[in-house]
Every structure is written in structure tokens, then in C-alpha cells.
């Protein structure tokens, strides 16, 4: 249920700052995909709550709706991030480039190792496919944050809101990596561990979105820009 909640409150911080903001600009553009990146994702955790609430369908199930859901919400994150990322690209240092790529290639080993060899779930291909889809997905959302992060580590107040969405969506990005090599390995103890870090990233994201609305779009905000 915190989850939802945290997710609720994200998503409409989110319509709020595109309504004041308009479609125009990087911003507008960025906002919109990531707005509707919440809002899908918010989607599938309530599709969720419903399967096991309502219908008494636990999440063994690997293949449903939500996960149509969720793989519609990352394209819309990933635009997100690659629409920041082409904004800063003069920011964006080769060091930078080639640190990212180190960590992204012990992710992907470690995703290899663990997630891989007990991916094959008693002939279900199209599980199977959902299943490493995810992976995929993630590293939509890993390598650009990064390079975000890194870029914008010492950038002045007005990138904070950028570098919260990217911190929160490289949480969500590892947390996913651990909950799915946990479920299929069996290790459904762990499965509370990492839902912590799925409400922490919309957390993270609520304050994003809250900081770009309280002094880039509000009212009170835009009214100071026209009497100064």
C-alpha cells in the first residue's frame, strides 16, 4: 500500500508540473515522458494490488498485464533520460563515459551470472522472454542516470530536480535487478528487502518533482520571474 501511495502522490506531482509547465522546451518534452513513465508504472503496482487483492492471484504468476505496463513505463523513462542526456551532452566528459561503461559491464556480469542459468522456467519461453526483457529494460535506465549523476554532480541548484529523477531511477533500476534474480531463484524471502527500495525511488522521485514544481513552475514562482 506504500508503495501505491508513493506512487500516487508522484504521479500527480507529475500532472501538476506538466500543467504549469506546458509540452514546450527540453523541460516540457523530458517532463511529459516521465510523467507518463510514473503513470504507467503506477498502473501495473495497482493492476497488481487488484490480481492479489481482488481476484487472489499471487505475483508467482511471471506473464500479465502489468508487465505490459511496466515495459510501456520504461520506454517512457529511458525517452526521459535520453532527453536530459542530450541537453548536457556538452557536460558529458570521455572519463565519464568510460567509468559508466565499467560499472555497466559488472552489472551486466552479475545480471549474467545470477539471473541467466535459472531464467529457463520448465519450458515457459514467453516467461522466459519477459524475464530477460527486464534486464534490458533496467540498462535503459542504468547507463544514462549515470552519466547524469556524474555530469551533473557539481552543477547549481537548477539541475537538482534532473539529477533526483536519475538518482531515483538508478534505485529502481537495481532494485529490479535484485527482486527478479531473487523470484526466479526462488528467494521470495528477499522480496520485501527490495520493495523498500522501490518505495525509497518514488520517494526520491516525489521530491524531484516537488522541487521542480515549488521553484521552477508554481505560481508564486512564476510571479516573482514577472516582478523581477
Not at 567509468?99 to 514467453?126: C, Q
Not at 519477459?130 to 529494460?137: G, K, M, N, Q, S
Not at 557539481?154 to 537538482?160: G, L, R
Request: proline share 2%; net charge neutral; charged share 10%.
Amino acid at each position: 500500500m506504500i508503495l501505491n501511495i508513493t506512487a500516487a502522490i508522484a504521479s500527480s506531482l507529475g500532472i501538476i508540473v506538466v500543467y504549469c509547465h506546458g509540452l514546450h522546451g527540453v523541460h516540457g518534452r523530458s517532463y511529459l515522458s516521465l510523467t507518463l513513465g510514473i503513470i504507467s508504472w503506477f498502473a501495473a503496482d495497482l493492476t497488481l494490488a487488484y490480481y492479489y487483492f481482488a481476484l487472489g492471484i499471487e505475483e508467482q504468476i511471471l506473464v500479465s498485464v502489468t508487465d505490459v505496463l511496466w515495459f510501456i513505463g520504461y520506454l517512457f523513462l529511458a525517452a526521459h533520460l535520453f532527453t536530459v542526456l542530450r541537453f548536457i551532452r556538452s557536460k558529458i566528459k570521455l572519463m565519464t563515459v568510460i567509468l559508466t561503461s565499467i560499472v555497466t559491464l559488472l552489472f551486466i556480469t552479475y545480471i549474467v551470472n545470477n539471473l541467466f542459468p535459472s531464467s529457463h522456467t520448465e519450458g515457459d519461453f514467453t516467461a522466459f522472454v519477459v524475464t530477460i526483457t527486464y534486464p534490458i529494460l533496467d540498462l535503459m535506465l542504468f547507463v544514462p542516470s549515470m552519466i547524469i549523476l556524474i555530469s551533473l554532480r557539481k552543477d547549481d541548484v537548477q539541475s537538482i530536480p534532473w539529477i533526483l529523477s536519475s538518482l531515483s531511477l538508478l534505485v529502481n533500476a537495481v532494485a529490479d535487478e535484485g527482486y527478479v534474480i531473487d523470484f526466479v531463484n526462488g528467494r521470495l524471502q528477499n522480496l520485501l528487502f527490495w520493495n523498500i527500495f522501490y518505495v525509497t525511488d518514488f520517494i526520491i522521485m516525489v521530491g524531484a518533482l516537488f522541487w521542480y514544481y515549488r521553484y521552477h513552475v508554481s505560481p508564486e514562482r512564476r510571479k516573482m520571474k514577472i516582478t523581477g
